[in-house]
């Protein structure tokens, strides 16, 4: 048996937190007798699911310890996955490996390199998915809250004085986009009641959402993040954005999610339909 943990000196939002935590577990759902052993951090860092901790780190005998570390915004190419899991091959058992930083593996990669053949199984339905919802129901409800819930992101891509207003502008979608959508939504479920989730800074342009009847907006922050994760994850329809953390809660959710056709999300998993 092998162990691999990741060990961040950066700080971030929770969707990208969750980026670099979980590719620990994408390689071990890669690579045979790997354990996957969470640090105290991964649970300070983000806020949308805990990670089970037995023992500190510090608590282990390894006969051996080596860092990875293989900085990728985008995620690392296959050739370096292989390159990285031959050197983990070559480590005696008890060894720990420990990635830095950004070192990752995105999700939606998995299927990209299942269908050329490249990895022998289809590991994002198979384990990915499962493992993380697993996860996260391990502590909190599943029951089915009958509504939409639309994740309209704001804050700092919001901000005019923020370098993310110009460096991320692509991802801060219209208010006239999301009335659209919930125009068209309501012609088909007219009772439905729709709950829009953003964030407290910036986001005054979406108060003209509050015009049509049964809508409720949700102005979050840290303190509310666990809750709104919990109730746009249970909810019967999820219309993400394009934000990491939307994502995530498309990926945990096993409702209808509503994607954009003309609107890309990065890094988004949109192969499979749940």
Known sequence: MKYITLRSTTSGRSGHCLKDFFTCH???????????????????????????INKDLEDYKFSQSIDIKELNWGGMSFQTFCKIKNKI??????SL??????TRIHPHQLTEWFQPKLINEDVFITKFIPTLRDLYFKDNNSEVLNCL?????RGDIANPDHKAYINHAHMRWP?????????????????????????????????????????TIHRGDGQSLQDDVNKMVNSKYFMPSNSSLSTWISYISKGSIIIPKDRPIKHFHSEHIW
């Open 175 to 215: 208010v006239e986009y999301f009335e659209n959508n919930i125009i068209s939504f309501r012609k088909k479920m007219p009772n439905l009641p729709i709950n829009i989730f953003t964030e407290k800074d910036h986001s005054d342009d979406l108060e003209m959402l509050n015009k049509y009847d049964n809508l």
């Open 97 to 102: 490996i420990t990635l830095r930083d950004h």
């Open 89 to 94: 091959s070559d480590l005696p058992n008890n």
């Open 26 to 52: 994408i390689f071990s759902f890669l690579i045979k007798d790997l354990t996957v052993l969470p640090a105290q951090q991964w649970n300070s860092k983000q806020q949308i699911l805990n990670f089970p």
């Open 149 to 153: 819930s639309i994740h309209i992101r």
